[in-house]
């Protein structure tokens, strides 16, 4: 399989499950809460503001031919963080479900590791159509155990940061780094690392 085969290969799974406006919904929402909040001070209205943003980039994504399903996810997140910071009165609890995700991500993706089947081997397996064929290759098992390690890390240190932000109720702190660590930021750095590490199989540079 060429590199640029696996390449189109690997965009269109992202594009299945939303691909880069997915992505921009997520910041967006964590965004424009954390700017509504510092402009008006309103727990609730700052929900309101993150909520109607989200709403807006997805009635966009069904005008130009997206899947129901795709914004929907989006907005059910989002609404259930604004429903708890509203109901709560914390604007930190906008920002709960970031920080339960890094660490629930952080679990996953270790104990993938622990039982010799880590994520990114199961996701590019379905990606290059070889099952779990890959586990019986060491280099190539080696290859995405380091892949998985990467989100692991980048899980661990998103979760050490968030975490202490949450409990302490520093919000500006909390937003920003929900926004970078736990969003398109980091994520971008790990696909980027985990390209570099998958171009030395010797199979995608054919």
Request: one cysteine or more.
């Amino acid at each position: 399989m060429s590199f640029s085969m696996l390449t189109r290969r690997s965009l269109s799974l992202f594009d299945a499950v939303g691909g880069w406006r997915t992505v921009a919904e997520s910041v967006a929402s964590r965004a424009l809460f954390l700017v509504a909040y510092l402009v008006m001070g309103e727990v609730v209205t700052s929900g309101l503001v993150a909520s109607g943003g989200v709403v807006v980039l997805a009635v966009v994504r069904l005008c130009t031919g997206g899947k129901v399903w795709q914004p929907a996810i989006g907005l059910l997140v989002v609404g259930a963080s604004a429903l708890l910071a509203g109901t709560t009165g914390q604007a930190v609890d906008f920002y709960l479900a970031a920080v339960l995700l890094q660490a629930a991500g952080g679990v996953l993706f270790l104990v993938s590791l622990l039982v010799k089947w880590p994520v990114v081997g199961l996701v590019m397996g379905t990606v290059r159509g070889e099952r779990h064929a890959w586990r019986h290759d060491p280099r190539q098992l080696w290859r995405y155990r380091r892949c998985t390690a990467v989100f692991l890390l980048k899980f661990t240190i998103a979760t050490a940061v968030l975490v202490p932000l949450y409990a302490t109720g520093s919000v500006v702190p909390l937003g920003i780094a929900a926004t970078l660590l736990g969003g398109a930021p980091a994520a971008g750095a790990c696909v980027y690392l985990c390209w570099r590490i998958l171009r030395e199989d010797p199979r995608t540079a054919q």
